[in-house]
C-alpha cells in the first residue's frame, strides 16, 4: 500500500544552521509529493510540492527533490530561523487518486531552532 | 480571502456524549475533507465530498462518526456517542475542483473526550 516514513524528531538546530528533514515513500506509479508545515496553533499549510520524477520544489528557502530511484523527498534549507520552528509533515497523493486530492501523510517531525 | 473556518476550536466533552464540529470552506471550493489527527501522528483521511456528495467515506467509522454537507458549502461532522479514544484533532480542508488545487486547512478541532 501507500506510505510515508519521516525521520524521527524533535530537530533541535542553532539559527542559520543546515535542515535537512528525511521522507521515504512507497507506492505504486509516480505519486505527487508535498510538504506542509504547522506552525503552533495554525492548520496545514503547502510549503512545496513536486509531481514528477526529478522535479525540485522550492519555497521560503525551503527545497525538495523528487527522487524516484530512492523514493525519497527531503526537504532541505541551508540556514534555518527562529521562526522556522513547527512540524513539518511528508505526504504524497498516489497515483490512483491523483485527481481527488487524497493525501496520505507521514507522522511530522518537530523543528526547534534556537537563537 | 476568509481561509477554512473551523469551530469550535477546542471542545471537552465527557464519554458517551455526542458533539458536533462545523465548517466553511474557501468560497468555490467544491471539494471539502475531513481528517482526523491523533497526538503526533499525520493527518488521515476521514470523508471526501465532491459537492454535497460523500464519494470516499471508507475511513470514517460509521457505527458512531456522520458527516453532512447539504448545500454543497459548509459540513457538519458529528461523533454519537463519543469514546476516550476519539481524543484528537479534527481538520478541515477544502480544495478547487476534483480535488485538483492543492489542499487549505482549516485549524481544526483539538477534540478531548473524559
Known amino acids: 500500500g501507500n506510505s510515508v516514513t519521516q525521520m524521527e524528531g524533535p530537530v533541535t538546530l542553532s539559527e542559520e544552521a543546515f535542515l535537512t528533514i528525511n521522507c521515504t515513500y512507497t507506492a505504486t506509479g509516480y505519486p505527487s509529493l508535498f510538504w506542509y508545515v504547522q506552525y503552533p496553533g495554525e492548520g496545514l499549510q503547502l510549503l512545496l510540492k513536486a509531481t514528477k520524477a526529478d522535479d525540485k520544489g522550492s519555497n521560503k528557502g525551503f527545497e525538495a527533490t523528487y527522487r524516484k530511484e530512492t523514493t525519497s523527498f527531503h526537504l532541505e534549507k541551508g540556514s534555518v530561523q527562529v521562526s522556522d520552528s513547527a512540524v513539518y509533515f511528508c505526504a504524497l497523493s498516489p497515483v490512483s487518486s491523483s485527481n481527488t486530492g487524497k493525501l496520505i501523510f507521514g507522522q511530522g517531525t518537530t523543528l526547534q531552532v534556537k537563537p | 480571502e476568509a481561509g477554512v473556518v473551523q469551530s469550535p476550536r477546542y471542545k471537552i466533552i465527557e464519554k458517551k456524549q455526542p458533539v458536533a464540529f462545523w465548517c466553511n470552506p474557501i468560497s468555490g471550493h467544491n471539494t471539502l475533507y475531513w481528517y482526523l489527527q491523533n497526538l503526533g501522528q499525520g493527518p488521515e ?70
Open chain 2, 45 to 114: 483521511l476521514l470523508i471526501r465530498y465532491e459537492n454535497e456528495e460523500a464519494v470516499d467515506d471508507s475511513q470514517l467509522p460509521k457505527d458512531r462518526f456522520s458527516a453532512e454537507r447539504l448545500k454543497g458549502v459548509d459540513s457538519t461532522l458529528k461523533i454519537q456517542p463519543a469514546e476516550l479514544g476519539d481524543s484528537a484533532v479534527y481538520l478541515c480542508a477544502s480544495s478547487s475542483p476534483q480535488g485538483m488545487g492543492p489542499l487549505t486547512f482549516g485549524s481544526g478541532t483539538r477534540l478531548t473526550v473524559v
